[in-house]
Protein backbone atom coordinates (compact mmCIF):
# COMPACT_ATOMS: atom_id res chain seq x y z
CA UNK A 1 0.00 0.00 0.00
CA UNK A 2 2.73 2.42 1.00
CA UNK A 3 4.39 2.12 -2.44
CA UNK A 4 1.23 2.11 -4.11
CA UNK A 5 0.54 5.59 -2.37
CA UNK A 6 3.51 7.06 -3.16
CA UNK A 7 3.36 6.71 -7.08
CA UNK A 8 0.21 8.34 -7.24
CA UNK A 9 -1.21 11.91 -6.56
CA UNK A 10 -4.35 12.22 -4.34
CA UNK A 11 -4.24 8.94 -2.80
CA UNK A 12 -4.01 7.88 1.10
CA UNK A 13 -3.61 5.15 3.60
CA UNK A 14 -7.06 5.23 4.78
CA UNK A 15 -6.81 2.14 7.00
CA UNK A 16 -4.57 -0.93 8.38
CA UNK A 17 -5.85 -3.48 10.63
CA UNK A 18 -3.45 -6.38 11.90
CA UNK A 19 -6.54 -8.32 13.84
CA UNK A 20 -5.70 -11.91 13.72
CA UNK A 21 -2.00 -11.83 12.44
CA UNK A 22 -3.69 -10.47 8.91
CA UNK A 23 -3.36 -7.49 7.64
CA UNK A 24 -6.11 -5.79 5.96
CA UNK A 25 -5.40 -2.20 4.21
CA UNK A 26 -7.78 0.55 2.96
CA UNK A 27 -6.49 2.74 0.58
CA UNK A 28 -6.82 5.01 -2.40
CA UNK A 29 -4.99 5.53 -5.25
CA UNK A 30 -5.82 9.36 -6.91
CA UNK A 31 -9.61 9.04 -5.60
CA UNK A 32 -9.82 5.19 -6.34
CA UNK A 33 -10.45 3.26 -2.90
CA UNK A 34 -8.99 -0.57 -2.80
CA UNK A 35 -8.70 -3.21 -0.65
CA UNK A 36 -5.95 -5.47 0.22
CA UNK A 37 -5.36 -8.30 2.13
CA UNK A 38 -1.99 -9.99 3.59
CA UNK A 39 -2.84 -13.39 5.04
CA UNK A 40 -0.90 -15.62 7.01
CA UNK A 41 -2.58 -18.68 5.84
CA UNK A 42 -1.11 -20.57 2.35
CA UNK A 43 -2.39 -20.65 -0.37
CA UNK A 44 -2.28 -22.23 -3.97
CA UNK A 45 -2.78 -19.46 -6.11
CA UNK A 46 -0.72 -15.95 -7.26
CA UNK A 47 -1.62 -12.87 -9.73
CA UNK A 48 -2.06 -13.17 -12.90
CA UNK A 49 -2.34 -10.71 -15.86
CA UNK A 50 -5.55 -11.70 -16.99
CA UNK A 51 -6.61 -8.94 -14.00
CA UNK A 52 -4.68 -5.54 -14.19
CA UNK A 53 -4.86 -2.08 -13.06
CA UNK A 54 -5.55 0.00 -15.97
CA UNK A 55 -3.94 3.39 -15.44
CA UNK A 56 -4.73 6.48 -17.68
CA UNK A 57 -2.07 9.35 -17.28
CA UNK A 58 -2.56 13.02 -18.40
CA UNK A 59 1.43 13.12 -19.83
CA UNK A 60 3.71 11.12 -21.41
CA UNK A 61 6.32 12.19 -18.43
CA UNK A 62 3.54 10.62 -16.00
CA UNK A 63 3.26 7.55 -18.18
CA UNK A 64 7.46 7.15 -17.93
CA UNK A 65 7.78 7.94 -13.97
CA UNK A 66 4.72 4.96 -13.33
CA UNK A 67 6.57 2.73 -15.75
CA UNK A 68 10.52 3.49 -14.00
CA UNK A 69 8.94 2.42 -10.95
CA UNK A 70 5.85 -0.37 -11.33
CA UNK A 71 8.77 -1.94 -13.62
CA UNK A 72 11.72 -1.90 -11.10
CA UNK A 73 12.32 -5.70 -10.14
CA UNK A 74 9.40 -6.49 -12.07
CA UNK A 75 8.25 -7.91 -15.22
CA UNK A 76 7.83 -5.97 -18.45
CA UNK A 77 5.03 -7.85 -20.59
CA UNK A 78 4.74 -4.90 -23.46
CA UNK A 79 7.45 -2.55 -23.77
CA UNK A 80 6.79 1.24 -22.88
CA UNK A 81 6.24 2.47 -26.35
CA UNK A 82 3.83 3.68 -28.96
CA UNK A 83 0.99 1.34 -30.03
CA UNK A 84 -1.76 1.81 -32.71
CA UNK A 85 -4.17 2.60 -29.88
CA UNK A 86 -2.44 4.72 -27.70
CA UNK A 87 1.04 7.26 -28.21
CA UNK A 88 2.74 5.66 -25.34
CA UNK A 89 1.37 2.43 -23.62
CA UNK A 90 3.10 -0.08 -21.27
CA UNK A 91 1.96 -3.16 -19.58
CA UNK A 92 4.08 -4.44 -16.36
CA UNK A 93 3.55 -6.83 -13.49
CA UNK A 94 5.65 -5.22 -10.64
CA UNK A 95 7.37 -6.75 -8.11
CA UNK A 96 4.52 -7.55 -5.55
CA UNK A 97 2.76 -9.30 -8.80
CA UNK A 98 0.29 -7.09 -9.23
CA UNK A 99 -0.45 -6.19 -13.22
CA UNK A 100 -0.55 -2.30 -14.68
CA UNK A 101 -1.80 -1.21 -17.90
CA UNK A 102 -0.20 2.50 -18.50
CA UNK A 103 -1.90 4.62 -21.26
CA UNK A 104 -1.59 8.14 -22.28
CA UNK A 105 -4.96 9.86 -22.19
Not at 20 to 26: C, E, T
Request: net charge negative; glycine share 6%.
Amino acid sequence: MEFYVSLFKNSEIIEKDYSNGDMLGIFSLNGQRFMCLESSIPHRFGFTPAMSLYVTCETKEEVDELFAALSKDGEVLMPLGSYPFSERFAWVVDRFGVSWQLVLE
